[in-house]
Every structure is written in C-alpha cells, then in structure tokens.
C-alpha cells in the first residue's frame, strides 16, 4: 500500500525506486506464534502503537489483531507510548498526582475535548469528564481555570530575546542582557526557516546578534537533476580555455556516474560535495534574505553524516568536539535547537543528543558564559508541540509569515517534491505554515488572542527529549 512505500522510500533513495512486490508473512501465520514482541521507538510510531493497541480490529492496520493473541507483549520508550491512554489522559484511567504540568495538561484537553474556552469551564465539566477528583484536590473550576489561562497567556511573547528594561518575572526570556547573543542549531541546511523562521526574523528585527549554525549537509537529499544543472552552469560561465575544459571532463565524468548509478549505489565524494555545496548555497541565501551576517553563518559537516547513505553513523567525539569549538566561540546567551525527532532518517535526534553531550562537556569544566543561557527546543518541519508543553510562543504576522515562507523557497532544491518526504505529501512550507496557523488556532480556542500563526518553543532543562 502507499502508506508501506512511503515508509520504504527513504530505503531506496525515493518512492519510486520502491519495488513493487515484496514478501511478508501473513497475519495468520504470525497468529500461529507460541508468543509475539513487537518492539517500537520514537514519535514516528506514536500513533500506530495506539491504534494497534487500543484501537478496533481493521484491515487496515494487521497489528490491531494481535489483541485477539493470548501473549503479545508490545516493547516501546516513553516516545512510542506518549499517545496512549495512560499517556495522554492518565487522570481518566488511575489516580494523578496533580503537579502544574499535569494540571494544564488535563485543563487544555478538556477545554479541547468541550470545545470550550477555559475561563467557560464549569465544575459540572470537571465532574463529568472524570476530572473530579481535580475539583476535589485544587477548589472551584473557576480558580483551576484562571490558573491555567494564566500559565498559557504567559507563555505568550513577540519578544523571543527578551523585552528590555520591564519586568520579566512572568515572561519566559530575560530581559538583560539585551541584544543577545543567539545561536541557531539547524540538523538540515533549512531545518532554521521552516521551523522558526519567524522567531529568527524577528530576533534580527530587533537587534540581536544571530548565528546560525547547519550542522550536517544534507548532501543525500539533493537529487541528480540538480547536479547536472549546477555542472551545465559552471561550465557555461568560465571563458579560461583551460578551465573550462577541466570542468567539460569534470561535467563527463560525473554525468556518466550519475546515468550508471544504480538504486541504493552510494554517491562518489565529488557528487557528494557538489551537492552540499548546493545546500549551502542555498542556506546562505535563505540567511542574507533574513538578515544574517555571513559571518555568522556556520556550516559544521559533522563527520557522522558523511557516510553517503541514509543510515548515519553514531555521533561521536568529532562531532561534539566541533559542537564545543563553536559554543565556545559564540558563547551565547541563548541556544535553539531542532526537538521534532520524527525525521525519518533519525538524524534530528542525533544532531540534539550531540548538542546535550556538547552542553554536557562544558558543564564538566569552568565555564561561566553557560549558566546564563537558555536552550530552546523548536519543532515545525516534522511534527509540533502539544500546546500543553509550550513555554514560549511567538506570534507571528501575516506579513512575517510571508517573509518565513519566502526564506524556505531559497532553498530550492528541497522545493515541490523533497528526496525524503516522509508519510507527509505536504511541502515543507506548507507544513510548517499549516502548523503554525493551528497552534494559533488552538490557543484562540482556548480563549487567548488570536494570530495569523505561532512558533512554539520548550526549554530544556537538562532531561532527555523523547
């Protein structure tokens, strides 16, 4: 099915290089087992583990007849289970112990659940959606409520660097030192502009000393095509007899790598190299759109990435010494990093586990600068934060949205069709806005003001992110 392909297409280096019959066991086969595992990690997995565990018995989804097997036991971590019951709704199944998170967790979903705003809930709400006990524990809805509105509209800021010189007790960033210092981490040379391209806007827009960082170069998600055409150019614009007559030889040979590369055949290091040298032509023109000096444009090739395949190698001590070398250099007061680890080649996740083991290593030695900076987490390309998670939200304008979708088209070779898409069809602009605009739209809902989109950030705090 399309679903089985799509999944398989990072595999094969594009869909269409997906065979078209493949050999599976059937569901009553694997009925036939004395006893099954099925094991499941990350987010990408979240919502099929529910499906197939609490979920009615379909066709659509085999897994969801293993309910009916005697002894199958599904192996997952926090990420894979996070959309369970016992997850997602724990106060409907046992007994909570209501911290602030749990608290504005279970108010939003019943705001959510009612379509009501949360200042309109009512203690007959509470009591009829298995939430009494909340009552019982805190007092009257009305005070639960206020609470909770208070810990969203908080959260709420057009300043992400801080606003200088008022009161920054209830806003999530400081308010000194002001300009900042800022350091974007991007996994993908355009990772920065679909996820927060509004928040880096507007920290330009008001004055703050902005880096951005790219730390792999997406090399394997540049297609063919767009090496040949790059090749055809550089060869039509030099007039050197000589040289141009290298780069004819040049154009040769890698014209006839390319036309007998077979499916799944790694790309040579030249063909790798033009194309991240493509990527970071792209990302330096998305930076001078949005302002950024090229001086403080970093582009890092972390070696893990470097394997020509689409399984990476392990982060190691290279890479997070390349990590340290830049902190070190910027010191920044504050620190942005990709948390949406659903990319399908994992290598979000490994670019922020480099960065905590970064983090980790300078916090091992006298480093001073660090216990002044913020670290926070964006999402957008690959999935978004449940609003109950978010600390910091910055709205974003019509007019900025359109300079954010601008910045995304600079990169052009990711542009209509990417290489690895995932399940979603969606262009990344169009996910990112389609994100922004619904977390707009929730917070509205849940009676705050509205905006055109948001750009939802969590700190960190030193615990493991999925």
Request: glycine content about 8%; overall charge negative.
């Amino acid at each position: 099915d399309k679903i089985t392909r799509l999944d398989a297409a990072s595999d094969f280096f594009g869909e269409e290089f997906v065979p078209p019959l493949a050999i599976t066991m059937g569901v009553g086969t694997i009925m036939q087992a004395e006893r099954i595992f099925i094991m499941a990690w990350g987010e990408g997995k979240a919502p099929i583990v529910q499906a197939a565990i609490e979920g009615p018995m379909r066709e659509s989804i085999p897994a969801t007849f293993l309910q009916q097997h005697p002894n199958c036991e599904f192996v997952l971590d926090e990420a894979a289970a996070q959309q369970l019951t016992r997850r997602q709704t724990p106060w409907l199944v046992t007994h909570c112990k209501w911290s602030d998170a749990m608290v504005k967790k279970a108010v939003i979903w019943l705001a959510t659940k009612l379509k009501k705003a949360i200042l309109k809930l009512t203690n007959e709400d509470y009591n009829e959606n298995g939430m009494g006990e909340l009552v019982a524990t805190l007092g009257a809805a009305e005070d639960i409520n206020l609470r909770v509105f208070n810990q969203l509209q908080h959260t709420i800021t057009g300043w992400p660097g801080g606003k200088p010189k008022v009161d920054d007790s209830t806003r999530p960033e400081r308010a000194s030192p002001f300009p900042k210092r800022c350091l974007i981490f991007s996994p993908h040379p355009d990772d920065d502009v679909i996820s927060m391209g509004g928040t880096l806007l507007r920290l330009i827009d008001q004055g703050h000393e902005v880096h951005v960082a790219y730390q792999t170069s997406g090399n394997i998600a540049v297609f063919n095509d767009e090496v040949l055409r790059f090749m055809d150019f550089a060869e039509g614009v030099v007039d050197d007899p000589v040289e141009s007559q290298r780069l004819a030889g040049l154009n040769r040979d890698i014209r006839a790598e390319i036309t007998n590369k077979q499916t799944g055949d790694v790309d040579s290091h030249s063909v790798r190299r033009l194309k991240g040298l493509i990527r970071r032509g792209e990302a330096m023109a998305a930076c001078r759109y949005c302002g950024v000096a090229d001086e403080q444009v970093h582009f890092l090739d972390l070696p893990f990435y470097e394997t020509g395949k689409v399984r990476k190698d392990p982060i190691g001590p290279a890479d997070i010494a390349i990590m340290v070398e830049l902190l070190q250099e910027v010191q920044p007061h504050q620190i942005y990093a990709a948390g949406d680890l659903s990319d399908p080649h994992g290598t979000h996740r490994q670019c922020l586990k480099g960065i905590f083991a970064a983090i980790e290593q300078l916090q091992a030695v006298d480093t001073p600068w660090l216990s002044d900076t913020y670290l926070w987490l964006y999402r957008g390309a690959w999935q978004e934060w449940d609003v109950a998670e978010i600390e910091m939200a910055v709205p974003i304008g019509p007019k900025d949205l359109l300079r954010k979708r601008r910045a995304i088209f600079k990169h052009q070779s990711q542009k209509d069709v990417a290489m690895f898409p995932g399940l979603d069809e969606r262009e990344f602009w169009q996910r990112a806005e389609d994100r922004n605009r619904r977390t707009a739209t929730l917070y509205n809902e849940l009676g705050l003001a509205e905006y055109e989109a948001i750009e939802a950030f969590v700190r960190w705090r030193g615990t493991e992110i999925g």
